[in-house]
């Protein structure tokens, strides 16, 4: 199992509008093959800060088979314009 984690930082005045568009996007996600959960949590000291969790079967389930997929295009569509800046994404592995 792997973790993606992405710290996101939503553009002032757009918290709102994330949340209800990221349930949206949470449908496409979840259909992907070696997906497997998320979470998205809010932070409580930073307005328009949060952390995604994602768990993949696979690294190359996210980097190959969901990047590479045109339900990722539908993702960006749905959520990158709330960015800013553009997140970074990191992969763990549990030890």
């Known amino acids: 199992m792997i973790l993606e984690a992405v710290m ?3 553009k002032p005045g757009m918290e709102s509008d994330f949340e209800f ?10 259909s ?3 997906y497997l959960s ?4 809010k932070c409580i ?12 079967e696979t690294l190359e389930a996210h980097t190959v088979g969901f990047r590479d997929s045109a339900e ?9 314009h ?4 553009f997140p970074t994404v990191e992969h763990f592995e549990e030890i």
């Open 8 to 10: 996101l930082n939503i």
């Open 21 to 30: 568009t990221f349930k949206k996007a949470a449908a496409i996600i979840s």
């Open 32 to 34: 992907m093959h070696g």
């Open 38 to 41: 998320h979470e998205l949590h």
């Open 45 to 56: 000291e930073l307005k328009g800060k949060y952390l995604l969790l994602v768990k993949w």
């Open 72 to 80: 990722y295009q539908d993702w960006k569509k749905l959520l990158h």
């Open 82 to 85: 709330f960015y800013d800046p």
